[in-house]
Structures are given as C-alpha cells and as structure tokens.
C-alpha cells in the first residue's frame, strides 16, 4: 500500500532556494547530506475503501481481539455507526471533556463524551469482548485509557440498551461479591456513595447529565478464552442514561488504582500494550496484558502529572515532515500542560503554534503535488480534493519523543479521508489556545503496537503492530 520514496534532487534549484527562505530547518536537513524530503505514495482505493471483514483469528489465547467500532468487523449494528463528520463532531466533545478535565484538576473518573440531543455519544471507537461472571457472559465494551473505573450495564436496568437477557446479572454469577460502603475497596472510588443497604454505589454524572450509575461488584473478568482475572471490581451500571455508542460497558486502562491496568498488574504486571487496527485495514489489532515478546520497540518516559493522575503524559520533542523538523522550539511542545496519548480521540490535538508549523510546511510539500484544495471539513483545515486521482504523493510525517522514540506515521495516520474526493491532514489543534493539554489520538496510533509499562515508567512504540 505504501512505499517510501526519498526525495533526492527532486526539487529545481529555484524551488530548493524557495524552500530553503521559506523553512530555515529544511536548508539545513539539505544541505546536511542527509535524505532531501521523504515521501509516501497512497493508493486512494486503500485510503478510503472499506474492505470486507475477515473475523479475528483467536490463536494467541492471550490477545483480545479489538475491533474498530465503524468497520466491517465490527460486533456493533450499523446503525451505530457514526458519519465521519459526526466522528469529529463527537472528537471535539469529547477532546474539550478531556482538557476541562485537566484544567481544573478534576478527579473525576471518566471523559466519556457526554450524549447530547443529535449527538451520539462516543466513547473510545474501538471495543473488545470481554466475559464476566461464572457461568460467563460476554460483552462488548469500550476501551478507554482515559478512564479508570469500568463498568458494565447490568441487571436489573432502567436504562440500557439491549435485552435484560443480555445484561450481566449479578445475583446470577456464583463468583460475584458485593462491595460494602466501608470497605477500602469503596473508598478508592472517586465518586462513590452509601447505599441505604450500605452498599458501595457510585455515580459518574457527565457534561450534560448524562450518566452511569450503579454499585460496586468483584466478579472473575475473562479477558480471553483462558485468561482471567477473579475479583476484579467494577461497576454494575443499573442506570446508564445516553447512548453510550450501543456498547455493552467500558473498561477503563488509565493509570490510577481502580483501572483494569492497575487491577491486572498483580497477575500480569503493570503492563499492557494494544495496536488499534486501522478502519481501512482486515488486520486484527489486539489488547495484551503482561510483557510482549516483541522486539525493536522504542520508549519514551511515561511523565506523571499528580493533578491529573489518570492520564498517560509523554514529551514529543518535534515533528518531521518530509523529514524537515518544524521550526518550534521543543518547550512548545513539552511545557505545561503538555501532551497526553489517549486511545479515545480520534485526531490528535497539538498547541497552536505547533499545529501551525505543521500545517504550513505540509501544505508547502503537498503544494508540489498541485493538488486542489478543498474547504475544511469539521476539525480539519487542510484538505484537498483528489476527485479522479488514483495516487497521492504526501509528504512521511514522524512524531519524536524525548528517549528515542518515533511514530513514523503510516498514511491512515497522515490523511483522513472521509470519502474517493476528500482527503485532510489529520491532525487539529488544541483550539482553547495555551492552557489546553495536547492529545495524541487514536488516528495515529493506529498499526502501532502501543506498550505501557507503568513498572518501569515507560511508553513504547513499535511499527506494524498488527500484523
Ligand atoms: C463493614 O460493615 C459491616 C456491616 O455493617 C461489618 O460487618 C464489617 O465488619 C464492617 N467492615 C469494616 C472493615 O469496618
Ligand atoms: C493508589 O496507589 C498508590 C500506590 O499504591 C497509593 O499511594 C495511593 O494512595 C492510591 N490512591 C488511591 C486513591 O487509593
Ligand atoms: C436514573 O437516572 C436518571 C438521570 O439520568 C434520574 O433522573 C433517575 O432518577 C435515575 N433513577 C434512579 C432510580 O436512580
Ligand atoms: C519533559 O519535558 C519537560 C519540559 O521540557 C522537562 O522538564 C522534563 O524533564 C521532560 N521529562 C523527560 C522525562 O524527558
Ligand atoms: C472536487 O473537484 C470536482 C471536480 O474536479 C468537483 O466536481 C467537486 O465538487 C469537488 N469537490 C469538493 C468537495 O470540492
Ligand atoms: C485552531 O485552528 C482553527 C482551525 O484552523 C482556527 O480557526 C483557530 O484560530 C486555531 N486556534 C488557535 C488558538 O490558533
């Protein structure tokens, strides 16, 4: 689908020089000797085409399956199925959910993208089965690294989607325990409360009062056909108002205690890794807990902000495009409030001034090409209209992180492509201006085998994940 082409003496003279006045950093990865702009060549088919789903083959027993929400695998009917400019609709909601967060220091469990009238809610885009209970049942949730708490509807239910059938009953499951109000394990719940019955309930109210509410239950979570984990504690959601994207649950990978990455640390370590398959891809992507056995993986710290202890922080140190590094000087990048990686956005969101540069020097690439550009579409300014192309040449774009690590981005993370006429830069900026965190979504993870190794601090990154 891709191939990398160096760009070698392509430039005229009068264009290099026009190049060079334009982009001081790029005169300079010139004249160093090294490469001249690297290039990626898509087949257009590839990038919007939606190929026909070959169902995930279940053979490593410790991999789950996960699946994008919108593509031809997926659990979920298609009715549940977002348009892309409601996508990035949702993305912006839940983007702006996620920086009010951070900005007010806010404890609070969940950034689930609140349901408004017209608007689905989103939580996450990718899901995975998991089983709860014995006898099990299965369900398809969410995964979310930017919640904590997970949390399943459950019988009996005021408001859920589906069949009572297909909620987990409690009072069902020989493994299940009640959480009490005075036990440790109901105190280290955020947003907890007493029930009458002294029972540990809890409330997550969201922007618009949409909500999940329920109590606090231990049952064996089956993470695949053979793995499991007794006693995890989650909530048995009784009363989920909102759409909740027609999932069964979420489960939350963030880093404090009541996460599922903390809660399998006993058992697997306190490491998880996934790779988020592409939509236009039949590769399976995966979520795997405990070590990888992968090899050539490249890490970064894993930076923690006590205000906001949840979220996976890491310092992108620069941007290469076509291998010229932006003209912005790393603190941009790197100071408060920072950058998160969240596997629930879809585009990812950098400061103003760096999305700037960035837009501005692929534009100047992508100008070489004379493709015709088109009006923005939602969050994307920079598009083009490649009606009647077959090939598009683009510019490689690569993220660096301090340590050693790069996402040299694979071309569904450089160009969303909405439909055959329409394609974007697929990255936004954080809007709200200086105080908003950064976010590197899930657009340009996607392929990446993703590692995080909360024991030794780290987030690492490894090309061709899924395959
Ligand atoms: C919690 O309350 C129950 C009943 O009210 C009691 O039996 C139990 O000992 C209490 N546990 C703790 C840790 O206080
Ligand atoms: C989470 O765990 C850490 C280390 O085990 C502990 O210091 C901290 O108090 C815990 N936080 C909560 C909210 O329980
Ligand atoms: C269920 O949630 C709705 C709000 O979303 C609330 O108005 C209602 O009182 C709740 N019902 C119960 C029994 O908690
Ligand atoms: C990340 O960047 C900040 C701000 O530049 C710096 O203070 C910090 O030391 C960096 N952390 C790591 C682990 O590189
Ligand atoms: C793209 O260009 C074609 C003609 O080449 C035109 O018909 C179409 O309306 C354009 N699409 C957009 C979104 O501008
Ligand atoms: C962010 O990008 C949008 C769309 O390009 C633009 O309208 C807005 O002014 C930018 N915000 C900042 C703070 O630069």
Same mark, same amino acid.
């Given at each position: 689908m891709a191939q990398t082409v160096s760009n070698h003496g392509r430039f005229p003279p009068h264009i290099l020089l026009l190049l060079c006045a334009l982009l001081f950093h790029s005169l300079l990865a010139i004249v160093d000797g090294n490469t001249g702009g690297t290039w990626l060549v898509a087949d257009?088919?590839?990038?919007?085409?939606?190929?026909?789903? /070959?169902?995930?083959?279940?053979?490593?027993?410790? =991999?789950?399956?996960?699946?994008? %929400? /919108?593509?031809p695998c997926s659990p979920l009917s298609a009715d549940s199925r977002p348009s892309h400019a409601q996508i990035l609709k949702n993305d912006q909601v839940r983007v702006s959910s996620i920086q009010?967060? +951070? %900005?007010?220091?806010?404890?609070? !469990?969940?950034? +689930?993208?609140?349901?408004?009238? $017209?608007? /689905?809610?989103? +939580? $996450?885009?990718?899901?995975?089965?998991?089983?709860?209970?014995?006898? %099990?049942?299965?369900?398809?949730?969410?995964?979310?690294?930017?919640? #904590?708490?997970?949390?399943?509807?459950?019988?009996?239910?005021? &408001?859920?989607?589906?069949?009572?059938?297909?909620?987990?009953?409690?009072?069902?499951? %020989?493994?299940?325990?009640?959480?009490?109000?005075?036990?440790?394990?109901?105190? =280290?719940?955020?947003?907890?409360?007493?029930?009458?019955?002294? =029972?540990?309930?809890?409330?997550?109210?969201?922007? #618009?009062?949409?909500?999940?509410? $329920?109590?606090?239950?231990?049952?064996?979570? @089956?993470?695949?056909?053979? #793995?499991? *984990?007794?006693?995890?504690? !989650?909530?048995?959601?009784?009363?989920?108002?909102? *759409? @909740?994207?027609?999932? #069964? $649950?979420?489960?939350?990978?963030g880093r404090d205690n009541i996460s599922l990455a903390s809660q399998a640390s006993s058992k697997y370590g306190a490491i998880f890794s996934y790779c988020l398959p592409s939509v236009t891809s039949t590769n399976d992507g995966y979520l795997l807990f405990g070590k990888s056995t992968l090899s050539n993986t490249k890490f970064t710290p894993m930076i923690k902000k006590p205000s906001s202890p949840s979220f996976y922080y890491l310092n992108l140190t620069t941007i290469l495009v076509g291998s010229y590094p932006l003209d912005v000087s790393s603190t941009v990048l790197t100071r408060d409030p920072g950058i998160v990686i969240d596997s629930g956005t879809v585009i990812t969101r950098l400061p103003p001034v760096a999305y700037d540069k960035l837009k501005t020097l692929f534009q100047q690439l992508m100008d070489y090409q004379n493709?015709?550009? &088109?009006?923005? @579409?939602?969050?994307?300014?920079?598009?083009?209209?490649?009606?009647?192309?077959?090939?598009?040449?683009?510019?490689?774009?690569?993220?660096? !992180? /301090?340590?050693?690590?790069?996402?040299?981005?694979?071309?569904?993370?450089i160009l969303y492509t909405p439909d055959r006429t329409l394609t974007c830069l697929a990255f936004a900026n954080t809007s709200g201006g200086a105080y908003d965190v950064g976010i590197i979504g899930n657009t340009q993870q996607q392929t990446f085998d993703v590692s995080y190794d909360i024991a030794n601090q780290m987030i690492g990154f490894r090309q061709g994940g899924c395959s």
């Amino acid at each position: 689908m891709a191939q990398t082409v160096s760009n070698h003496g392509r430039f005229p003279p009068h264009i290099l020089l026009l190049l060079c006045a334009l982009l001081f950093h790029s005169l300079l990865a010139i004249v160093d000797g090294n490469t001249g702009g690297t290039w990626l060549v898509a087949d257009v088919q590839s990038l919007y085409q939606k190929p026909v789903c /070959s169902p995930p083959k279940e053979t490593n027993s410790k =991999r789950l399956p996960i699946t994008h %929400r /919108s593509s031809p695998c997926s659990p979920l009917s298609a009715d549940s199925r977002p348009s892309h400019a409601q996508i990035l609709k949702n993305d912006q909601v839940r983007v702006s959910s996620i920086q009010s967060r +951070i %900005r007010d220091g806010k404890r609070s !469990f969940s950034v +689930i993208v609140p349901a408004k009238p $017209g608007l /689905s809610l989103d +939580i $996450g885009n990718y899901v995975v089965k998991i089983g709860m209970g014995t006898p %099990r049942n299965d369900f398809y949730v969410a995964v979310d690294t930017g919640s #904590d708490l997970s949390w399943i509807n459950c019988y009996p239910c005021l &408001s859920c989607h589906g069949k009572p059938s297909m909620l987990y009953n409690p009072t069902r499951s %020989r493994t299940h325990t009640d959480i009490l109000c005075n036990s440790t394990d109901c105190t =280290r719940i955020d947003q907890h409360y007493c029930s009458v019955y002294k =029972r540990c309930n809890y409330k997550v109210i969201y922007g #618009d009062m949409s909500q999940t509410n $329920g109590h606090i239950v231990r049952d064996t979570l @089956f993470l695949s056909g053979f #793995d499991t *984990l007794p006693n995890f504690i !989650f909530g048995c959601g009784n009363n989920n108002t909102g *759409l @909740f994207g027609k999932v #069964d $649950g979420l489960i939350g990978l963030g880093r404090d205690n009541i996460s599922l990455a903390s809660q399998a640390s006993s058992k697997y370590g306190a490491i998880f890794s996934y790779c988020l398959p592409s939509v236009t891809s039949t590769n399976d992507g995966y979520l795997l807990f405990g070590k990888s056995t992968l090899s050539n993986t490249k890490f970064t710290p894993m930076i923690k902000k006590p205000s906001s202890p949840s979220f996976y922080y890491l310092n992108l140190t620069t941007i290469l495009v076509g291998s010229y590094p932006l003209d912005v000087s790393s603190t941009v990048l790197t100071r408060d409030p920072g950058i998160v990686i969240d596997s629930g956005t879809v585009i990812t969101r950098l400061p103003p001034v760096a999305y700037d540069k960035l837009k501005t020097l692929f534009q100047q690439l992508m100008d070489y090409q004379n493709y015709k550009k &088109s009006p923005p @579409f939602e969050i994307l300014d920079t598009c083009y209209n490649i009606t009647g192309l077959d090939k598009v040449r683009l510019p490689t774009v690569s993220l660096v !992180f /301090s340590g050693g690590a790069v996402l040299d981005l694979d071309i569904p993370g450089i160009l969303y492509t909405p439909d055959r006429t329409l394609t974007c830069l697929a990255f936004a900026n954080t809007s709200g201006g200086a105080y908003d965190v950064g976010i590197i979504g899930n657009t340009q993870q996607q392929t990446f085998d993703v590692s995080y190794d909360i024991a030794n601090q780290m987030i690492g990154f490894r090309q061709g994940g899924c395959s």
